[in-house]
């Protein structure tokens, strides 16, 4: 398995176009890649690179929230500029204006000389409302009765004289560009499971769409008094559990990628994902939770060790508009720097503030900032180390630099240990100057150490018994952050 990688998210529709407007993946340089290698990417996620119906687009793409989301993001955007959900697949092919397998294929094997793998997407849970396989495998989807529709047309339609669900998350209302799957019909399961073996064909992994929702008793709670109309019942096995178990027989090492939430991450887990998303921990970066990023890092290492952490993507805010630039930088050091896999969004790494609806095919200019360029040139190439690849990590407590200093509250503190290369890494992630003292265990017969911070270059020498005995005294500016290389 993997340990600690770095995914490069794309959203290959609207980044296709810095190669050229009618540009294709033949047309990607190498060198675009190879980049992203050097800096320590080892996973790319091209999101998006499915065929999607058009019909859909008229329809459903322009509701008043789509249309304000758009000029929110895009003021001066057009009605060409929408181009559908890459969500709503019709087809687990190519999108043509993307090119061909042929160049798909050809990409891989660019990237994997450059020792990266491709991830591509698969969403399980539905497909466009106007998909093919409305009329060749009708069977496969979740059907209604004239009754349900007349009452809910919103989450019900018609097509070809038989009813349909539209896909949808419990939560939220239907997604009126898609068609539910169902998951108790064992016939739609073997249709997915030969998608996901045409997909492993093509990619080294997939990036799991909603892994919440083929849950057995997530599929019942959100359809029930609708799946019993379909003649199917509740499978003893969960959906993922036999996609996974069945894949892995012929591709060991495919990678399942989860996007989760609800607190069902150690459940699908166990089902086999080798990672699935750590939203928790965005959200308590939100909020300051200070406590609450030490509990949720405490958790079992195995849980830790698949978690994949970021601290935005294409389905949130740009994170220097969440969270403003210092306190970014300061979340993107804790991110880069725990256990798990590490999700990097294109346009991440140069402060991008726009999130960009998935339905949009264009994205507006930006003034890129130099400070957040720098600062994650300097933070990849530091988490290079093969210490916070393959090292071993252990959380640390920051105590109270006097008994009338409380500031200590604010700080996060842990170590990465390699045979005898030690990181120490502090992060005062409060809106104050704080201070605090961290005792921390190393074994070394020096009277004093060398302590050199990576992020700035500065050098500090400290006396060993007082870091054993007292604990490093350690004061850091508002959301700024320490990672101390020490020389045993």
Not at 22 to 29: R, S, Y
């Amino acid at each position: 398995m993997l340990r600690n990688p770095k995914l490069y998210e794309i959203n290959t529709r609207n980044w296709i176009k810095q190669f050229g407007e009618n540009a294709t993946l033949a047309d990607v340089p190498p060198a675009y890649f190879a980049e992203l290698a050097d800096r320590g990417i080892e996973l790319i996620w091209l999101m998006g690179v499915w065929k999607t119906s058009d019909e859909v687009i008229e329809k459903c793409c322009f509701s008043p929230e789509l249309t304000a989301s758009y000029s929110k993001a895009l003021p001066n955007w057009k009605k060409e500029d929408v181009i559908g959900s890459p969500y709503a697949v019709d087809d687990y092919v190519i999108n043509p204006a993307l090119g061909t397998e042929t160049d798909l294929l050809k990409l891989k094997c660019e990237l994997n000389k450059l020792g990266l793998k491709l991830i591509l997407d698969f969403i399980p849970n539905h497909f466009s409302a106007a998909t093919k396989y409305l009329n060749t495998h009708p069977d496969i989807f979740l059907q209604t009765d004239e009754e349900s529709y007349k009452k809910d047309s919103f989450t019900f339609f018609k097509h070809n004289g038989n009813y349909f669900a539209h896909g949808r998350d419990p939560l939220f209302p239907a997604w009126t560009d898609t068609v539910q799957v169902n998951f108790f019909n064992q016939h739609a399961r073997d249709f997915l499971y030969e998608k996901v073996l045409k997909i492993a064909e093509l990619c080294e992994g997939i990036r799991c769409d909603m892994t919440m929702l083929p849950l057995n008793n997530v599929f019942n709670n959100t359809w029930i008094g609708v799946h019993s109309k379909n003649n199917s019942s509740k499978p003893e096995k969960e959906f993922w559990q036999e996609i996974i178990e069945k894949t892995k027989l012929k591709y060991p090492d495919f990678i399942f990628i989860g996007e989760a939430y609800w607190d069902l991450e150690w459940e699908l887990q166990q089902l086999g994902f080798d990672f699935t998303y750590d939203k928790r921990l965005l959200e308590r970066l939100l909020s300051n939770d200070i406590q609450g990023i030490f509990a949720h890092l405490g958790a079992e290492k195995s849980y830790q060790n698949k978690s994949v952490r970021f601290i935005e993507n294409h389905d949130e805010n740009r994170a220097v508009t969440s969270f403003g630039k210092a306190r970014s930088m300061a979340a993107a050091v804790v991110m880069s720097t725990i256990p798990g896999m590490k999700l990097y969004h294109d346009g991440q790494f140069t402060g991008r503030r726009t999130k960009l609806p998935v339905q949009l095919q264009r994205e507006p200019a930006e003034r890129l900032s130099q400070t957040i360029k720098k600062f994650y040139d300097k933070l990849l190439q530091i988490t290079l180390e093969p210490v916070f690849k393959s090292g071993e990590f252990e959380l640390l407590s920051p105590l109270p630099s006097d008994e009338n200093d409380l500031t200590y509250h604010g700080m996060l503190s842990w170590k990465w240990k390699l045979k005898n290369n030690l990181r120490v890494i502090v992060i005062n992630y409060s809106e104050v100057t704080a201070q605090c003292r961290l005792k921390f265990k190393f074994d070394t017969d020096k009277e004093t150490i060398s302590l050199i911070d990576k992020l700035t270059d500065k050098k500090y020498i400290r006396y060993v018994e007082e870091i054993k005995t007292q604990g490093l005294f350690v004061e850091l500016k508002s959301f700024n952050s320490h990672i101390f290389s020490i020389e045993l």
